[in-house]
């Protein structure tokens, strides 16, 4: 069903690490894609002071089910004390990609042979 998949948002700073992040998430089979957008402005309220940085914001493509891992490896490589984290359902959308994200996210098939 289509319902099952999603897009999850989250910024990082504009440095080098988005790169390193997108690509870990992606072997792990935790997103089927990750698009980092180029740098950008953040203003944003913080502890009572506006504040301006400059980001890029993570595009992940994943499924609902992966939310929950995908969220708490996010958590163990992000830098930032409260990370951007948003998940956006995706409602309708071509059915062959749909199914590659599903594929792309699934369990890596097993690779011993049986003796």
Known sequence: MKDEYV???TTLPADDR???IAR????ERLAACVNILPAMT???RWKDAVEQDPE???VMKTTRARIPALWKRLRELHPY???EFIVVP??????AYLTWIGES???APATGESR
Not at 90 to 95: A, P, T
Request: net charge negative.
């Open 7 to 9: 897009i999850a948002l």
């Open 18 to 20: 988005a790169p390193g």
């Open 24 to 27: 870990t998430l992606v072997e």
């Open 42 to 44: 953040s203003v944003y």
């Open 56 to 58: 890029h914001q993570l």
């Open 81 to 83: 004390d409260v990370p």
């Open 90 to 95: 995706v409602i309708d959308g071509h059915e």
């Open 105 to 107: 996210t699934a369990a």
